[in-house]
């Protein structure tokens, strides 16, 4: 059964510049939550969806959004790129519920 | 808003010892909690699930407890080898229609072969 993708794996973009990320869910996963990994602040949740709504948002300026298609495959978006954004970018999903959570291998965003 | 801490932040062991790794967390209403490992630079594997009307949870060499009226999880790692150095992070669930899960910083693990 295959895990959970991520793509691109990595990504440079200029301060300014927007980016998307995806992720692939494992198959049958419904939920789909993104999370942001700094040296300095640790694992910060950035939002969840299921079944194409967003049920949850972390802490995190409207630059950051996301959305989920009918297939369960998520997509977020950072607009107007920062220095600060620079981080690994990893989702997460499950069935839901009280089940595990299985997470990617991450997107490392550098941002110049 | 759940605060979790792990202690310590970071060991180092011979091979063959016993690694005891500590989470504690502020808000006791959760739902479960997850222990993880990572390596450097990679995602989270995902190592035990223990839900909150379980006491521990079992996995080969990998024992988790969790005492949620006082807010304390452990994952016990018996006969630790080189393969376990990895940062070990903790993750309580708050409740069930909401799949966030709180972190702490992590307890960074080196076994010395």
């Known amino acids: 059964k295959a895990g959970v993708t991520q793509t691109p794996r990595y990504l440079i973009k200029t301060r300014g510049q927007q980016v998307t990320l995806s992720c692939s869910p494992i198959s049958g996963h419904r939920s789909v939550s993104w999370y942001q990994q700094t040296p300095g602040q640790g694992l910060q949740f950035l939002f969840e969806?299921?079944?194409?709504?967003?049920?949850n948002k972390g802490n995190f300026p409207g630059r950051f959004s996301g959305r989920q298609f009918s297939n369960s495959r998520s997509e977020m978006n950072v607009s107007t790129l920062e220095l600060g954004d620079s981080a690994l970018y990893l989702c997460a999903s499950s069935l839901g519920g009280d089940l595990e959570q299985y997470f990617g291998p991450g997107t490392r965003l550098t941002v110049t | 808003k759940q605060e979790v801490t792990q202690i310590p932040a970071a060991l180092s062991v011979p091979e063959g010892e016993n690694l005891v790794l500590n989470c504690s967390f502020t808000d006791s209403a959760i739902y479960n909690l997850q222990w993880f490992r990572q390596d450097p630079g990679k995602g989270l594997t995902s190592l035990l699930l223990?839900?909150?009307?379980?006491r521990e949870q079992t996995s080969g060499r990998l024992n988790a407890s969790l005492d949620k009226s006082s807010g304390r999880s452990t994952l016990y790692i018996a006969a630790s080898q080189p393969g376990d150095s990895a940062t070990y992070l903790c993750a309580p669930k708050g409740n069930y229609g909401n799949n966030r899960l709180a972190f702490g910083k992590g307890n960074q693990v080196v076994v010395i072969p």
């Open positions: 223990i839900q909150s009307s379980q």
């Open positions: 969806y299921f079944s194409e709504t967003q049920r």
